[in-house]
């Protein structure tokens, strides 16, 4: 067949008066437009012609025709539009650039009127036309035979973009019938955690519980934790405990196990409140149960019914009558177990080094100085935090001792993050500090402030404003004596009401109520510590006003936020308004849009403290979603406020609000890193050890590195705390800095000519690293969840700008470590996790031995002054010597030097291996999930699929067979002051000098 080398014949055609003819032509250049293209552009106007003719049959062809050539003169708008003036012309199933092009084009088009109100958005000509062909394309990829996981994921974006829920449900029901997999669920919740709208983000969550509810029946049990997860982020409690109760009510142990660790997941996710209105719901369920079961009571003697039954009050279930099943999901819900599993790991693993400390007291006594004789106890406290290991405070009293006024607060407030965790212990822990009863207190005042502040700190991760009945569940399950967590919180409550004066109590015991009754939204509380607020009192004040937000904690509470801000526009007191404003940031976390009115009203101030306010607000509200327009409007405060506090805010808040994505907060803030002011400097450097905490983010550390030595001293002490935050738990093997980063801040802490805010950090620096005697890190966010503690944590750990005793608030984002797997008993068994990795990538790094001086100067000449002169004398004699003899010496020293070359060898340690087998409780770092494997154990299998960290549920595969468990650690010598004790108890009372 001969190839046609012009088109002018047909183009001639399209000039006729006969429409058949026309037709031809269109559909014969239709054919050859991708080669003749260029011609064909000359007669544009003729064929344009052609499809605006009302009557003429081939209209469609003739856009499509016009859509094609003006793709290829690069007109890609006007090939769109033409695009969709072909119809059903325009085959989407061609794979070619041109219908990909196209098809980007009007998706583009179509997501830009999508984002618009429904009624604006119809008023382009274009929305129906659009409508249809979005939906014709959705049915082409359903439709398809290959749907490989990348296509579906674009395909899920789109239709996410687009805001077109009712084909996203197609699409995911097409995708699980055909895969039998659940993956499409996982990876819509994934996207819904970034779309910024917060009406469009709860109607996809609503949309990906619908679809899991729907799915098929082998599926279901996996769908549970993505149902559970859309709950959470939807703050939908009464949903998450109608689905605990099914499962449970379902009488089967895979069920039973499905449940408890759907209700550990909820204890690592979710604030107090939420807890406490699963645990509610739970409770009314078994109400409900009791009442029906006692609703038809049998007829009393002399064949009398009991007519008033029905009157009666509902029953309330004893302990002992509760279902086992739902006994232990409601003590998970408090948080005790999980709390008491991770001590015993803690416990039992601690890593961290004594020598260490004894070094860094060394190094800081040859010049000393309250402030790094203050940082040295901190940093004790963080390297040991939830250890209960206390032997160098035990075996340095005298050093102690010579701490003065706060630091004094601050030295036995260290003690509560020592004991972290160990709530049954811990009035017993502090016995020595506290006074003997509330009315008694100010006797000193110092120490009495600081272990109100130390209980506060114990208390955190579990609180004490728990019910009546989940603290007869912890002491049932306990076995033991204990003080009840009511107890505790009373009596902090006790000393701050019958010491008003006393601004030492008044101020450690706000901190401690606040992290005691974290989210309670007590009002009683709430008062109390208001009474402490309106005293005016600079010091008192400003622990009360936290104090608040903590126990309002992302509540957003109308009241409490008018009476915080009035309260603050009031007052003369810095402190004070300090104080208010991070309350308030407290009260307004995670509240995103609801909190923009506030944060303008508090933005536009003339009171740089309010404004800093602001600044901290956006930050909280925001905390995690990575919203650019909360990116934008900090950038802009860090620019133009003329305030340096604000400003250096502004920088670190952003750290805050991108911490999910640490290189958002890179590529941010890099603008920022050579700004002429240190107090933006010091924000970047801070902002990028919050975005990137814990994750060895290489761009964070290229930044940080130039930072550290920064000529301002507060710009290198922020950028050190920083690379430690970035660092922790990292080993040199797997990040190579980090065997430069000890040696350097080794160095800064022995240089009696460093400046001591940079000793400062380099001395924190060291413990941070180690931190939870090298089993604890920071971690802000887990399965798209945004961990509420740790995030406050670290914002009032920042706060340690202004006041020290801040610092001791780092303790409350540190999370272990670890892997824990549990039995359907709640009990660990003995089970083994295969690491594909060699130990000492992902290992605890090994502690420095030290080296042997005879070994080490074995072959070293050691010459006196007085050798050095009888030698000289003596040369004289020998300078005739033979020169057999020193050719001998050589030989020898030859012969020396090949023996030792053989000991070495034969002293070379062994190739590592290039896996390990862990055992229960096992160490797992962040970055080492991706090589474990559990397919080492035979006997058990995972509950929940994937990998995860913390606590989690195991099947017995076996359950016929004996069960072998791992030894529990008893931890009742903790406080015992023996010296044969496994675990030394705390340091014996002395008297301050």
């Known amino acids: ?26 559909i014969a250049l239709l054919a050859r437009a991708d080669d003749f293209w260029n011609e064909i552009s000359d007669s544009l106007g003729l064929i344009e012609e052609l499809y605006e003719t009302p009557g003429f049959p081939e209209r469609k062809n003739a856009a499509l025709l016009l859509s094609q050539v003006y793709y290829h003169l690069g007109e890609y708008q006007d090939a769109f539009i033409f695009a969709l003036g072909a119809g059903d012309k325009f085959d989407m199933t061609r794979q070619d650039s041109y219908t990909h092009t196209i098809i980007r084009k009007f998706i583009d088009r179509y997501c830009e009127l999508r984002g618009v109100p429904e009624d604006e958005a119809k008023l382009c000509k274009q929305y129906d036309e659009l409508d249809t062909l979005f939906t014709g394309l959705v049915n082409v990829w359903i439709a398809s035979d290959e749907m490989s996981y990348a296509q579906i994921q674009e395909h899920v974006g789109v239709c996410i973009a687009t805001r077109r829920l009712d084909l996203l449900e197609k699409i995911a029901k097409n995708y699980i019938s ?16 970034h779309v910024e709208n917060v009406g469009a983000r709860e109607d996809l969550l609503r949309c990906v519980v619908k679809l899991c509810a729907e799915g098929p029946e082998k599926l279901r049990a996996l769908n549970h934790f993505e149902t559970q997860q859309c709950l959470i982020f939807l703050n939908d409690p009464v949903e998450v405990c109608k689905n605990l109760v099914m499962l449970l009510e379902h009488k089967s142990t895979h069920s039973d196990l499905i449940a408890y660790q759907l209700a550990f997941d909820l204890f690592d996710h979710c604030n107090q409140d939420f807890l406490y209105a699963v645990a509610k719901g739970i409770k009314a369920h078994l109400q409900q149960r009791a009442a029906e079961g006692a609703a038809s009571p049998p007829p009393a003697e002399g064949g009398e019914e009991g007519g008033d039954a029905a009157a009666a009050p509902t029953p309330k279930p004893n302990l002992k009558d509760i279902p086992e099943n739902f006994r232990k999901l409601s003590l998970i819900l408090t948080g005790a177990p999980t709390t008491e599993l991770q001590f015993q790991f803690l416990f039992s693993q601690n890593n961290g080094s004594i020598q260490q400390m004894t070094q860094l007291k060394k190094a800081i006594d040859v010049k000393r100085n309250a402030v790094t004789h203050n940082a040295a106890v901190m940093a004790n406290s963080i390297l040991f935090c939830g250890t209960t290991c206390d032997k160098f405070l035990r075996e340095n009293l005298e050093w102690l001792g010579k701490a003065t006024n706060w630091s004094r607060f601050t030295a036995t407030a260290t003690l509560g993050v020592i004991n972290k965790g160990h709530v049954t212990q811990s009035m017993h822990v502090l016995k020595s500090y506290l006074p003997s009863t509330p009315a008694s207190a100010g006797a000193r005042p110092y120490q009495e402030g600081g272990a109100l502040y130390g209980l ?53 015991g706000c901190l401690g109520i606040g992290l005691a009754a974290m989210s309670s939204k007590d009002g009683d509380i709430y008062e109390r510590l208001k009474q402490v607020l309106y005293t005016d009192s600079a010091v008192s004040g400003e622990a009360a006003a936290i104090a608040i937000g903590l126990v309002y904690l992302g509540s957003g509470n109308a009241r409490v936020m008018d009476e915080l801000l009035s309260y603050g526009k009031d007052t003369q007191h810095e402190k004070i308004i300090r104080g208010v404003s991070m309350s308030l940031a407290l009260l307004m976390y995670g509240r995103e849009g609801h909190a923009d009115t506030l944060i303008e009203e508090m933005l536009c101030s003339t009171d740089p403290w309010i404004r800093l306010g602001g600044v901290q607000v956006l930050g909280s509200a925001y905390a995690g979603t990575g919203n650019r327009r909360a990116i934008e409007r900090l950038l802009t405060v860090a620019v133009q406020d003329t305030s340096d506090d604000v400003r250096r805010a502004g920088i670190l808040e952003v750290g805050f609000v991108t911490f999910k994505e640490p290189h958002l907060c890179v590529n941010v803030t890099s603008v920022f890193a050579d700004s002429h002011s240190p107090h933006i400097r010091w924000g970047v450097a801070s902002a990028l050890g919050v975005a990137a905490a814990g994750t060895g983010n290489k761009a964070a550390l290229d930044r940080l590195w130039v930072l550290k030595d920064d000529t301002n001293d507060f710009v290198r002490q922020g950028a050190i705390v920083s690379i430690a935050m970035v660092l922790m738990q990292r080993t040199a093997k797997d990040c190579p800095r980090v065997k430069d980063f000890r040696a350097d801040i080794e160095h800064r802490v022995k240089d009696k000519y460093e400046d001591v805010l940079t000793k400062f950090g380099a001395i924190l620096a060291t413990s941070i690293l180690d931190a939870g005697g090298k089993n604890q890190t920071i971690c802000l966010h887990k399965n798209g969840h945004n961990l509420v503690k740790p995030i406050v944590g670290l914002k009032l750990f920042m706060q340690n700008w202004y006041w020290y005793p801040f610092v001791l608030m780092f303790s409350l984002a540190l999370q272990p470590i670890c892997m824990i797997a549990l039995n359907k008993d709640l009990k660990m068994p003995m089970y083994s996790i295969r690491s594909d990795a060699p130990p000492s990538l992902y290992g605890i790094p090994k502690k420095e031995q030290e080296t042997d001086d005879k070994e080490r100067k074995k072959r070293e000449k050691v010459q006196l002054s007085t050798t050095e ?24 020293e030859k012969d020396e030097k090949k023996d030792d070359e053989k000991k070495d060898d034969e002293k070379k340690e062994p190739e590592e291996p290039k896996f390990e087998i862990l055992s229960n409780p096992a160490r797992v770092t962040p970055a080492q999930l991706n090589v474990l494997s559990f397919a080492e154990d035979k006997r058990y299998s995972l509950v929940k699929p994937g990998v995860a960290m913390g606590c989690v549920l195991v099947k017995d595969n ?36």
Not at 178 to 193: G, P, R
Not at 885 to 891: D, H, I, T
């Open 456 to 508: 506060g700190l114990i208390h955190a991760p579990v609180g004490c404003n728990l019910h009546d009945d989940d603290v007869e569940l912890i002491k049932g399950n306990a076995g033991e004596k204990g003080e009840s967590p009511k107890e505790v919180l009373n009596f902090m409550l006790d000393c701050v009401k019958k010491n008003p004066s006393v601004e030492q109590i008044t101020h450690g």
């Open 958 to 993: 076996s359950p016929d067979d004996d069960e072998e468990l791992v030894p529990m650690v008893n931890p009742q010598n903790v406080g015992a002051n023996a010296d044969d004790a496994d675990e030394p108890g705390p340091p014996d009372s002395f008297e301050w000098p």
């Open 869 to 892: 002169k009888t030698d000289k004398r003596k040369k004289k004699k020998d300078d005739k010597m033979d020169v057999e003899e020193v050719e001998g010496e050589k030989k020898e």
């Open 1 to 26: 067949m001969q190839t046609m080398s012009s088109v002018t014949g047909l183009l001639a055609l399209l000039k006729d008066d006969e429409p058949e003819l026309q037709a031809s032509a269109l």
């Open 178 to 193: 055909k895969t039998q997999s659940a993956d499409v669920l996982t990876l819509i919740l994934k996207y819904a955690t």
